[in-house]
Protein backbone atom coordinates (compact mmCIF):
# COMPACT_ATOMS: atom_id res chain seq x y z
CA UNK A 1 0.00 0.00 0.00
CA UNK A 2 3.03 2.28 -0.26
CA UNK A 3 2.98 5.44 -2.65
CA UNK A 4 5.96 7.15 -3.48
CA UNK A 5 6.26 10.78 -4.93
CA UNK A 6 9.07 12.62 -5.33
CA UNK A 7 9.89 15.87 -7.82
CA UNK A 8 12.92 18.82 -7.69
CA UNK A 9 12.31 22.04 -6.27
CA UNK A 10 14.68 25.69 -6.58
CA UNK A 11 15.11 26.33 -2.85
CA UNK A 12 17.42 28.93 -3.61
CA UNK A 13 19.20 31.41 -6.35
CA UNK A 14 22.24 28.60 -6.52
CA UNK A 15 19.96 25.70 -5.09
CA UNK A 16 17.77 23.28 -5.73
CA UNK A 17 16.64 20.22 -4.31
CA UNK A 18 15.14 16.45 -4.97
CA UNK A 19 12.30 16.16 -2.17
CA UNK A 20 10.25 12.73 -1.02
CA UNK A 21 7.28 12.15 0.56
CA UNK A 22 5.22 8.95 1.56
CA UNK A 23 1.78 7.28 1.79
CA UNK A 24 1.29 4.68 3.97
CA UNK A 25 -2.12 3.89 3.12
CA UNK A 26 -2.50 3.61 -0.86
CA UNK A 27 -2.41 7.33 -1.11
CA UNK A 28 -4.80 8.35 1.27
CA UNK A 29 -2.05 10.73 3.10
CA UNK A 30 1.18 11.51 2.93
CA UNK A 31 3.66 12.43 5.15
CA UNK A 32 5.76 15.68 5.39
CA UNK A 33 8.50 16.40 2.14
CA UNK A 34 12.01 15.42 2.92
CA UNK A 35 14.99 16.26 0.91
CA UNK A 36 16.44 13.38 0.48
CA UNK A 37 19.61 15.35 -2.22
CA UNK A 38 20.65 19.02 -2.76
CA UNK A 39 22.35 20.10 -5.63
CA UNK A 40 24.04 23.47 -7.00
CA UNK A 41 22.48 24.78 -10.40
CA UNK A 42 24.29 25.38 -13.41
CA UNK A 43 23.50 27.81 -15.86
CA UNK A 44 25.01 27.75 -19.89
CA UNK A 45 24.07 29.97 -22.71
CA UNK A 46 22.03 28.77 -26.34
CA UNK A 47 21.39 29.59 -29.74
CA UNK A 48 17.52 28.82 -30.32
CA UNK A 49 16.66 29.60 -33.77
CA UNK A 50 19.57 31.91 -34.15
CA UNK A 51 18.68 33.52 -31.03
CA UNK A 52 20.87 33.77 -27.87
CA UNK A 53 18.83 32.31 -24.32
CA UNK A 54 19.76 30.29 -21.38
CA UNK A 55 19.15 27.65 -19.92
CA UNK A 56 20.22 25.54 -16.10
CA UNK A 57 20.38 22.50 -15.11
CA UNK A 58 17.38 20.58 -13.74
CA UNK A 59 17.51 17.28 -11.27
CA UNK A 60 15.19 15.58 -13.45
CA UNK A 61 14.12 12.89 -10.60
CA UNK A 62 12.53 9.57 -11.51
CA UNK A 63 11.78 7.21 -9.04
CA UNK A 64 10.74 2.56 -9.01
CA UNK A 65 10.13 -0.15 -7.41
CA UNK A 66 12.07 -2.94 -7.58
CA UNK A 67 12.10 -6.39 -5.19
CA UNK A 68 11.62 -4.33 -1.63
CA UNK A 69 13.84 -1.42 -2.98
CA UNK A 70 13.20 2.01 -4.00
CA UNK A 71 15.59 3.26 -6.32
CA UNK A 72 15.57 7.22 -7.17
CA UNK A 73 17.77 8.99 -10.46
CA UNK A 74 18.57 12.15 -10.58
CA UNK A 75 21.03 15.01 -12.53
CA UNK A 76 23.45 17.36 -10.82
CA UNK A 77 26.65 19.24 -11.60
CA UNK A 78 29.38 17.84 -9.74
CA UNK A 79 30.37 20.01 -6.70
CA UNK A 80 33.96 21.09 -8.02
CA UNK A 81 32.54 21.62 -11.48
CA UNK A 82 29.42 22.62 -12.46
CA UNK A 83 29.25 22.27 -16.30
CA UNK A 84 30.16 18.61 -15.72
CA UNK A 85 26.34 17.31 -14.99
CA UNK A 86 26.08 13.43 -14.33
CA UNK A 87 22.88 10.87 -14.06
CA UNK A 88 23.07 9.05 -10.74
CA UNK A 89 20.51 6.85 -8.73
CA UNK A 90 20.78 5.36 -5.09
CA UNK A 91 18.35 2.95 -3.68
CA UNK A 92 16.74 2.24 -0.37
CA UNK A 93 16.12 -0.24 1.83
CA UNK A 94 13.83 1.07 4.07
CA UNK A 95 11.12 2.62 1.95
CA UNK A 96 12.63 5.57 1.33
CA UNK A 97 13.88 6.89 4.99
CA UNK A 98 17.49 6.41 4.45
CA UNK A 99 19.41 5.59 0.83
CA UNK A 100 22.61 4.58 0.07
CA UNK A 101 25.94 5.83 -1.76
CA UNK A 102 24.69 6.48 -5.65
CA UNK A 103 26.21 5.24 -8.33
CA UNK A 104 26.89 7.33 -11.57
CA UNK A 105 24.53 5.92 -14.67
CA UNK A 106 26.21 8.06 -17.33
CA UNK A 107 29.69 8.10 -18.25
CA UNK A 108 32.25 10.99 -18.04
CA UNK A 109 31.89 11.63 -22.05
CA UNK A 110 28.34 12.78 -21.13
CA UNK A 111 27.57 16.72 -21.67
CA UNK A 112 24.26 17.96 -19.61
CA UNK A 113 22.09 14.65 -19.73
CA UNK A 114 18.68 15.86 -19.80
CA UNK A 115 15.06 14.51 -20.95
CA UNK A 116 15.58 11.33 -18.35
CA UNK A 117 13.85 8.34 -18.43
CA UNK A 118 13.78 5.57 -16.05
CA UNK A 119 12.98 1.57 -15.73
CA UNK A 120 13.61 -1.24 -13.36
CA UNK A 121 13.01 -5.01 -13.99
CA UNK A 122 11.59 -7.85 -11.65
CA UNK A 123 15.24 -9.33 -12.45
CA UNK A 124 16.89 -6.96 -11.10
CA UNK A 125 18.23 -4.70 -14.36
CA UNK A 126 18.16 -1.16 -14.65
CA UNK A 127 17.90 1.24 -17.35
CA UNK A 128 18.06 4.59 -18.13
CA UNK A 129 17.80 6.62 -21.06
CA UNK A 130 18.41 10.04 -22.12
CA UNK A 131 19.20 13.13 -24.02
CA UNK A 132 22.86 14.55 -24.41
CA UNK A 133 24.83 17.07 -26.29
CA UNK A 134 28.48 15.35 -26.31
CA UNK A 135 28.63 15.38 -30.08
CA UNK A 136 27.59 18.49 -30.04
CA UNK A 137 23.54 17.47 -31.18
CA UNK A 138 21.10 16.18 -28.89
CA UNK A 139 21.36 12.37 -29.26
CA UNK A 140 20.04 9.71 -26.95
CA UNK A 141 21.66 7.09 -24.74
CA UNK A 142 21.28 4.82 -22.89
CA UNK A 143 22.89 2.69 -20.22
CA UNK A 144 21.80 -0.60 -18.07
CA UNK A 145 22.99 -0.64 -14.62
CA UNK A 146 24.40 -3.84 -13.00
CA UNK A 147 25.63 -3.17 -9.60
CA UNK A 148 27.98 -0.11 -9.32
CA UNK A 149 28.91 -0.19 -13.25
CA UNK A 150 26.83 1.13 -16.25
CA UNK A 151 27.26 0.32 -19.67
CA UNK A 152 26.14 2.67 -22.09
CA UNK A 153 25.51 3.18 -25.76
CA UNK A 154 24.35 5.65 -27.70
CA UNK A 155 20.69 4.87 -29.12
CA UNK A 156 20.63 6.53 -32.78
CA UNK A 157 23.10 9.76 -34.14
CA UNK A 158 20.54 11.18 -35.97
CA UNK A 159 19.84 12.05 -39.69
CA UNK A 160 23.37 12.66 -40.58
CA UNK A 161 24.75 12.29 -36.80
CA UNK A 162 22.51 15.85 -36.35
CA UNK A 163 20.86 14.51 -33.16
CA UNK A 164 16.63 14.32 -32.84
CA UNK A 165 13.90 16.57 -31.67
CA UNK A 166 16.35 18.43 -28.86
CA UNK A 167 13.72 19.28 -26.43
CA UNK A 168 11.27 15.73 -25.97
CA UNK A 169 11.33 12.92 -23.41
CA UNK A 170 12.64 9.60 -24.12
CA UNK A 171 10.88 6.51 -22.93
CA UNK A 172 13.08 3.05 -21.90
CA UNK A 173 11.88 -0.25 -21.03
CA UNK A 174 13.30 -3.86 -20.04
CA UNK A 175 11.69 -6.46 -21.35
CA UNK A 176 11.60 -10.01 -20.72
CA UNK A 177 13.83 -11.40 -23.40
CA UNK A 178 16.61 -8.80 -22.02
CA UNK A 179 16.38 -6.38 -24.76
CA UNK A 180 16.36 -2.95 -24.17
CA UNK A 181 13.92 -0.56 -25.77
CA UNK A 182 13.91 3.45 -26.26
CA UNK A 183 11.20 5.66 -27.96
CA UNK A 184 12.19 9.52 -29.11
CA UNK A 185 11.09 11.87 -30.74
CA UNK A 186 13.07 11.68 -34.01
CA UNK A 187 13.94 14.67 -36.40
CA UNK A 188 13.79 13.57 -40.12
CA UNK A 189 13.25 15.95 -43.37
CA UNK A 190 11.43 18.41 -41.20
CA UNK A 191 9.03 16.02 -39.65
CA UNK A 192 8.89 15.56 -35.69
CA UNK A 193 7.64 11.90 -35.11
CA UNK A 194 8.17 8.71 -32.68
CA UNK A 195 10.07 5.91 -33.45
CA UNK A 196 12.17 3.01 -31.59
CA UNK A 197 14.88 1.78 -31.36
CA UNK A 198 15.91 -1.47 -29.75
CA UNK A 199 19.00 -3.46 -27.79
CA UNK A 200 18.64 -6.89 -28.42
CA UNK A 201 19.89 -8.78 -25.14
CA UNK A 202 23.11 -10.40 -26.78
CA UNK A 203 23.79 -7.18 -28.53
CA UNK A 204 26.50 -4.06 -27.72
CA UNK A 205 24.58 -1.87 -29.54
CA UNK A 206 21.04 -0.49 -30.50
CA UNK A 207 19.57 -1.83 -34.12
CA UNK A 208 18.66 0.55 -36.14
CA UNK A 209 15.32 2.24 -35.41
CA UNK A 210 12.01 2.30 -36.71
CA UNK A 211 9.11 4.32 -36.70
CA UNK A 212 6.16 3.73 -34.86
CA UNK A 213 3.72 5.92 -36.92
CA UNK A 214 5.70 6.99 -40.07
CA UNK A 215 6.02 10.16 -41.26
CA UNK A 216 3.31 12.65 -39.95
CA UNK A 217 4.08 15.52 -38.27
CA UNK A 218 6.50 18.39 -40.72
CA UNK A 219 7.08 20.67 -37.80
CA UNK A 220 9.77 23.68 -37.62
CA UNK A 221 10.74 23.29 -33.74
CA UNK A 222 9.90 21.07 -30.50
CA UNK A 223 7.12 20.75 -28.79
CA UNK A 224 8.67 19.72 -25.40
CA UNK A 225 6.36 16.06 -25.43
CA UNK A 226 7.52 12.99 -25.86
CA UNK A 227 6.29 9.16 -25.34
CA UNK A 228 5.37 6.61 -22.49
CA UNK A 229 5.48 2.96 -23.11
CA UNK A 230 4.02 0.05 -21.48
CA UNK A 231 4.54 -3.99 -22.14
CA UNK A 232 2.16 -6.56 -21.67
CA UNK A 233 0.98 -9.95 -22.92
CA UNK A 234 4.14 -9.74 -25.59
CA UNK A 235 2.40 -6.14 -26.96
CA UNK A 236 4.45 -3.15 -26.70
CA UNK A 237 2.11 -0.48 -26.16
CA UNK A 238 3.02 3.66 -26.55
CA UNK A 239 1.50 7.19 -26.52
CA UNK A 240 2.35 10.20 -27.44
CA UNK A 241 1.13 13.51 -29.36
CA UNK A 242 1.53 15.05 -32.68
CA UNK A 243 -0.46 17.39 -34.26
CA UNK A 244 -0.66 16.40 -38.49
CA UNK A 245 -3.89 16.77 -38.63
CA UNK A 246 -4.33 20.21 -37.35
CA UNK A 247 -4.99 20.22 -33.72
CA UNK A 248 -2.61 18.90 -30.78
CA UNK A 249 -4.10 15.25 -30.17
CA UNK A 250 -3.10 12.50 -27.76
CA UNK A 251 -2.38 8.63 -29.77
CA UNK A 252 -2.00 5.15 -29.05
CA UNK A 253 -0.03 2.63 -31.10
CA UNK A 254 0.50 -1.20 -30.41
CA UNK A 255 3.13 -3.95 -31.87
CA UNK A 256 3.73 -7.77 -31.12
CA UNK A 257 7.46 -7.36 -29.47
CA UNK A 258 9.87 -7.87 -32.53
CA UNK A 259 7.49 -7.50 -35.17
CA UNK A 260 7.04 -3.46 -34.68
CA UNK A 261 3.84 -3.19 -37.34
CA UNK A 262 2.27 -0.39 -35.51
CA UNK A 263 -1.49 0.06 -35.10
CA UNK A 264 -2.41 3.75 -34.11
CA UNK A 265 -5.18 5.46 -33.31
CA UNK A 266 -5.64 8.74 -31.58
CA UNK A 267 -6.79 8.22 -27.90
CA UNK A 268 -9.84 10.84 -27.62
CA UNK A 269 -10.36 12.08 -31.35
CA UNK A 270 -13.53 13.92 -30.47
CA UNK A 271 -12.43 16.06 -27.64
CA UNK A 272 -12.01 19.48 -28.20
CA UNK A 273 -9.11 20.85 -27.01
CA UNK A 274 -5.71 20.62 -27.17
CA UNK A 275 -4.13 17.55 -25.61
CA UNK A 276 -0.37 16.85 -24.53
CA UNK A 277 2.03 14.85 -22.00
CA UNK A 278 -0.10 11.49 -22.50
CA UNK A 279 1.36 8.58 -20.19
CA UNK A 280 0.54 5.26 -19.94
CA UNK A 281 0.68 2.35 -16.99
CA UNK A 282 -0.96 -1.55 -17.71
CA UNK A 283 -2.24 -3.21 -14.48
CA UNK A 284 -1.63 -6.88 -13.69
CA UNK A 285 -5.14 -7.54 -15.40
CA UNK A 286 -3.65 -5.78 -18.87
CA UNK A 287 -6.14 -3.12 -18.95
CA UNK A 288 -4.52 0.07 -20.01
CA UNK A 289 -4.44 3.14 -18.18
CA UNK A 290 -3.51 6.55 -20.04
CA UNK A 291 -3.64 10.53 -18.98
CA UNK A 292 -2.71 13.43 -20.52
CA UNK A 293 -3.41 17.07 -19.98
CA UNK A 294 -5.63 18.94 -22.18
CA UNK A 295 -6.76 22.55 -22.47
CA UNK A 296 -9.82 24.05 -21.47
CA UNK A 297 -10.33 25.36 -24.27
CA UNK A 298 -11.25 24.69 -27.67
CA UNK A 299 -8.29 23.74 -29.75
CA UNK A 300 -7.60 25.78 -33.28
CA UNK A 301 -7.74 24.19 -36.51
CA UNK A 302 -4.06 24.79 -37.16
CA UNK A 303 -0.62 23.06 -36.22
CA UNK A 304 1.02 24.37 -33.18
CA UNK A 305 3.26 27.37 -34.16
CA UNK A 306 6.74 26.83 -35.10
CA UNK A 307 9.43 27.07 -32.14
CA UNK A 308 10.26 25.67 -29.09
CA UNK A 309 7.80 25.88 -26.08
CA UNK A 310 8.44 28.04 -23.50
CA UNK A 311 7.32 31.37 -21.83
CA UNK A 312 3.58 31.01 -19.73
CA UNK A 313 0.92 29.19 -20.36
CA UNK A 314 -1.86 30.54 -22.74
CA UNK A 315 -5.77 30.07 -22.12
CA UNK A 316 -8.37 29.45 -19.43
CA UNK A 317 -6.31 26.64 -17.90
CA UNK A 318 -5.44 22.61 -18.76
CA UNK A 319 -7.09 19.40 -16.74
CA UNK A 320 -6.01 16.01 -16.65
CA UNK A 321 -7.87 13.53 -18.44
CA UNK A 322 -8.21 9.90 -18.07
CA UNK A 323 -9.23 7.00 -20.59
CA UNK A 324 -8.98 3.46 -20.01
CA UNK A 325 -8.91 0.24 -22.12
CA UNK A 326 -10.01 -2.70 -21.51
CA UNK A 327 -9.56 -4.96 -24.57
CA UNK A 328 -5.45 -4.62 -25.00
CA UNK A 329 -5.28 -1.50 -26.48
CA UNK A 330 -8.18 -2.20 -29.37
CA UNK A 331 -10.51 0.70 -28.45
CA UNK A 332 -10.57 3.38 -25.26
CA UNK A 333 -13.35 4.67 -23.05
CA UNK A 334 -14.00 8.77 -23.80
CA UNK A 335 -11.72 10.40 -22.08
CA UNK A 336 -13.01 11.81 -18.33
CA UNK A 337 -11.64 14.95 -16.68
CA UNK A 338 -10.53 14.43 -13.35
CA UNK A 339 -10.64 17.57 -11.31
CA UNK A 340 -11.33 20.68 -13.29
CA UNK A 341 -9.82 24.09 -11.93
CA UNK A 342 -10.99 26.77 -14.36
CA UNK A 343 -8.01 28.73 -14.00
CA UNK A 344 -5.37 26.58 -13.21
CA UNK A 345 -2.90 24.72 -15.52
CA UNK A 346 -2.17 21.26 -14.86
CA UNK A 347 0.00 19.76 -16.48
CA UNK A 348 1.95 16.17 -16.96
CA UNK A 349 0.90 13.60 -15.54
CA UNK A 350 1.63 10.44 -13.94
CA UNK A 351 -0.92 7.46 -13.32
CA UNK A 352 -0.23 4.34 -11.47
CA UNK A 353 -2.81 1.11 -10.46
CA UNK A 354 -2.79 0.79 -6.67
CA UNK A 355 -3.17 -2.03 -4.80
CA UNK A 356 -6.51 -1.74 -4.21
CA UNK A 357 -7.93 -1.71 -7.62
CA UNK A 358 -8.05 2.18 -7.63
CA UNK A 359 -5.60 4.78 -9.32
CA UNK A 360 -3.39 7.49 -8.30
CA UNK A 361 -2.39 10.44 -10.60
CA UNK A 362 -0.03 13.15 -9.70
CA UNK A 363 0.69 16.75 -11.80
CA UNK A 364 2.34 19.26 -11.76
CA UNK A 365 -0.15 22.56 -11.41
CA UNK A 366 0.44 26.30 -12.00
CA UNK A 367 -2.38 28.66 -10.59
CA UNK A 368 -2.20 32.24 -9.29
CA UNK A 369 -1.42 30.74 -5.89
CA UNK A 370 2.13 29.17 -7.56
CA UNK A 371 3.12 26.16 -8.69
CA UNK A 372 2.56 22.35 -6.35
CA UNK A 373 2.48 18.93 -7.37
CA UNK A 374 -1.18 17.39 -6.68
CA UNK A 375 -2.18 14.06 -5.74
CA UNK A 376 -5.20 12.33 -6.83
CA UNK A 377 -7.29 9.14 -6.16
CA UNK A 378 -9.59 8.16 -8.59
CA UNK A 379 -12.14 6.49 -6.06
CA UNK A 380 -12.73 10.26 -4.81
CA UNK A 381 -12.63 12.05 -7.99
CA UNK A 382 -13.86 14.87 -6.12
CA UNK A 383 -10.96 15.45 -3.46
CA UNK A 384 -7.31 16.66 -5.13
CA UNK A 385 -4.60 16.24 -2.05
CA UNK A 386 -1.98 18.75 -2.53
CA UNK A 387 1.11 17.27 -1.24
CA UNK A 388 3.18 20.52 -1.29
CA UNK A 389 2.53 24.05 -1.91
Not at 144 to 162: C, P, R, W, Y
Not at 290 to 302: F, G, K, N, Q, Y
Not at 333 to 352: D, I, N, S
Amino acid sequence: DRVWLAWDSRTGDEEQTLFLSTSEDGGRSFDSPRAIRTASVYRWEVMVRGQPGKRESRLWPRIAWQAGRLLVSWVEPLPDDLATLRLYVSESADGGATFGEPSVISSADAVRPTFVAFHSHADGRIAASWLDNRHRAQQPFAAIVSGQTADESLVFAGQDEKGICPCCNTAVLLADDGSTLVAFRNHKDGFRDMWLAVKPADDSTFLAPVPIAGDRWKFDGCPHDGPSMAIHDGMLHVVWMDAHEGPQRVYHARARLGDWSFDVQPLDAEATGTQGHPTLAIDVAGVLHVAWDESLDPASAESPAAGHRHGPPQGSGRAIVYAVSRDGGQSFAAGRKLAVRPGAFQTRPAVMPLADGSLGFAWNELSDAGKRIVWHRDDAPAAALAVRE
